[in-house]
């Protein structure tokens, strides 16, 4: 192998690297202070307001670079948190955060099937309509043995 060859790890990590930045390209998600300000709260108090909200499983956050990011779609019109996400990320904790969330999330999922057999949703269209199924879905492809 020749010393320009990228190792698996290295074509891993640029996979990634592209595959966040296609998800940033398609769904928008701003910083803790930009996130915090859509709610309604001071720039001064978003960390702790974030903090909080992330100890209850209202939200979750994105590492990029030196940066959490917060996904949007969480927020519903009046600045708070969906109420769905709630329930859903204490399902979630401790079995899928950060990036591996908000791509199983957005990505479209066999187990939501659309009508007339046009494809499948993602479990971020159908979490507010059936909370449940998209709980079960994400429990079990996070099972150990689901593979």
Same mark, same amino acid.
């Given at each position: 192998m020749s010393g320009r060859d990228d190792t698996w790890q290295e074509r891993e990590a640029k996979a990634w690297a592209e595959l966040r930045k296609e998800w940033l390209a398609e769904y928008r998600a701003v910083p803790a202070a930009d996130f915090a300000r859509l709610a309604g709260c001071p720039a001064a108090d978003a960390e702790r307001l974030l903090k909080g909200w992330e100890a209850d499983h209202r939200v979750f956050a994105i590492p990029e670079g030196p940066e959490r990011l917060y996904p949007l779609f969480q927020?519903?019109?009046?600045?708070?948190? @969906? %109420?769905?996400?709630? %329930?859903?990320?204490?399902?979630?904790?401790?079995?899928?955060? !950060? #990036?591996?969330?908000?791509?199983?999330?957005? +990505?479209?999922?066999? $187990?939501?099937? @659309?009508?007339? !057999?046009?494809? #499948?949703? +993602?479990?971020?269209?159908?979490?507010?309509?059936?909370? $449940?199924?998209?709980?079960?879905?994400?429990?079990?492809?996070?099972? $150990?043995?689901?593979?």
């Amino acid at each position: 192998m020749s010393g320009r060859d990228d190792t698996w790890q290295e074509r891993e990590a640029k996979a990634w690297a592209e595959l966040r930045k296609e998800w940033l390209a398609e769904y928008r998600a701003v910083p803790a202070a930009d996130f915090a300000r859509l709610a309604g709260c001071p720039a001064a108090d978003a960390e702790r307001l974030l903090k909080g909200w992330e100890a209850d499983h209202r939200v979750f956050a994105i590492p990029e670079g030196p940066e959490r990011l917060y996904p949007l779609f969480q927020l519903g019109e009046d600045g708070q948190p @969906k %109420p769905e996400f709630q %329930p859903f990320l204490a399902a979630m904790h401790g079995r899928m955060e !950060g #990036w591996e969330l908000a791509i199983w999330l957005t +990505t479209p999922n066999g $187990e939501f099937e @659309k009508p007339r !057999g046009q494809g #499948w949703e +993602t479990p971020l269209e159908v979490i507010g309509q059936d909370l $449940e199924a998209v709980i079960a879905t994400a429990e079990y492809d996070t099972a $150990e043995d689901s593979y």
